[in-house]
């Protein structure tokens, strides 16, 4: 029989062990928060810095050459209302319109929660949501979108994205996704790729990035 000495040894060890591995995870993902943090910030200054008129070439250039999968009728396409210096969708989101594409946009709920998409033509008004950003009516019939166009602070070319850190693009993925597949394609200016992504497990990679020089396509195989 092993003495109770020795066991209360083991127990010991094995309780160190599991403290310090806890300690290295919290360590790990603060130092990648850290790096998401920083990287964030060079990349929206790099967006800040384009000219209104590179801005408007580049949001007309996503139009013109139009989504990477094909648009079906009544297809749903959910964008989003430009914010700070988010590329604009709404160039593309017209063009998809007219192919018959049906739009929606996100209203915002609470941190930790996946979006709610709302139906939305260009001749509703918006209104102002809890963060400010401008939302369809809530008595706008809710959907799932088929394709998601997000916006990014910057991407990587793993198809890896940094929002804004409240993490609800990845909560909608992860929700949505039960219900039925979707599209995600990020929209970005060229300048806000960076090298690499620091993702962590929670993360959802996009299937597709389009800047105003390139389709980006995430899928493999």
Same mark, same amino acid.
Request: charged content about 20%.
């Given at each position: 029989?092993?003495?109770?000495?020795?066991?209360?040894?083991?127990?010991?060890?094995?309780?160190?062990?599991?403290?310090?591995?806890?300690?290295?995870?919290?360590?790990?993902?603060?130092? #990648?928060?850290?790096?998401?943090?920083?990287?964030?910030?060079? #990349?929206? /200054?790099?967006?800040?810095?384009?000219?209104?008129?590179?801005?408007?070439?580049?949001?007309?250039?996503?139009?013109?050459?139009?989504?990477?999968?094909?648009?079906?009728?009544?297809?749903?396409?959910?964008?989003?209302?430009?914010?700070?210096?988010?590329? !604009?969708?709404?160039?593309?989101?017209?063009?998809? &319109?007219?192919?018959?594409?049906?739009? &929606?946009?996100?209203?915002?709920?609470?941190?930790?929660?996946?979006?709610?998409?709302?139906?939305?033509?260009?001749?509703?008004?918006?209104?102002?949501?809890?963060?400010?950003?401008?939302?369809?009516?809530?008595?706008?019939?809710?959907?799932?979108? !088929?394709?998601?166009?997000?916006?990014? &602070?910057?991407? !990587?070319?793993?198809?890896?994205?940094?929002?804004?850190?409240?993490?609800?693009?990845?909560?909608?993925?992860?929700?949505?996704?039960?219900?039925?597949?979707?599209?995600?394609?990020?929209? /970005?200016?060229?300048?806000?790729?960076?090298?690499?992504?620091? &993702?962590?497990?929670?993360?959802?990679?996009? !299937?597709?990035?389009?800047?105003?020089?390139?389709?980006?396509?995430?899928?493999?195989?």
């Amino acid at each position: 029989m092993v003495p109770t000495y020795f066991r209360r040894e083991l127990r010991d060890r094995v309780l160190q062990r599991r403290s310090r591995l806890r300690t290295f995870i919290v360590l790990f993902n603060m130092a #990648a928060y850290r790096s998401k943090a920083e990287l964030r910030a060079a #990349a929206l /200054a790099a967006r800040d810095a384009l000219s209104g008129k590179a801005r408007t070439a580049a949001a007309k250039a996503l139009a013109r050459r139009g989504l990477p999968v094909d648009v079906t009728a009544n297809m749903v396409v959910s964008g989003y209302a430009p914010i700070r210096s988010e590329i !604009d969708p709404t160039p593309l989101m017209l063009a998809l &319109a007219a192919q018959g594409a049906r739009l &929606a946009l996100p209203m915002v709920n609470a941190r930790g929660q996946s979006l709610t998409f709302r139906l939305w033509s260009p001749n509703d008004r918006l209104m102002l949501g809890p963060l400010g950003i401008p939302e369809p009516s809530p008595a706008a019939a809710e959907v799932v979108p !088929d394709v998601m166009l997000v916006p990014l &602070a910057a991407f !990587d070319r793993a198809g890896h994205r940094i929002g804004y850190g409240a993490g609800h693009y990845d909560y909608s993925f992860a929700h949505l996704r039960k219900v039925k597949a979707i599209t995600g394609i990020g929209l /970005a200016f060229a300048a806000q790729e960076i090298e690499t992504v620091p &993702a962590l497990a929670h993360d959802v990679a996009l !299937d597709f990035v389009l800047t105003e020089k390139h389709v980006f396509d995430f899928r493999g195989g």
